[in-house]
């Protein structure tokens, strides 16, 4: 692995695919995202917390079911999640 700080990583992409397949780009509002892996089973709990100051929530519902696509790099490395929105929780 090239020379990385602990913790440094680049945000490639952030994408929502909505019920009718059309996509959002959320990169930009993305203020935090915490990856939890579990020992005792083989799957991830992914956190994303965003600021939506483009009022997306309005103009895209995002819920529940709704494809989300992550990639991040690190060093030489790209991490990639396609995963499921669980939830959408404390909306303020």
Known sequence: MSNVSLGSYKLKKVEIIGQDQKTA??????????????????TYTLVVTIRDNRNLLNKFP???????????????????????????????
């Open 25 to 42: 780009d959320i990169k930009g509002l993305v203020l935090e995202i915490n990856v939890n892996a579990y020992v005792t089973q083989p």
């Open 62 to 92: 995002i819920r529940g079911g709704q494809k989300l696509n992550i990639e991040i790099e690190y060093g030489d490395e790209i991490k990639t999640w396609n995963t499921v929105i669980g939830s959408v929780n404390e909306i303020e």
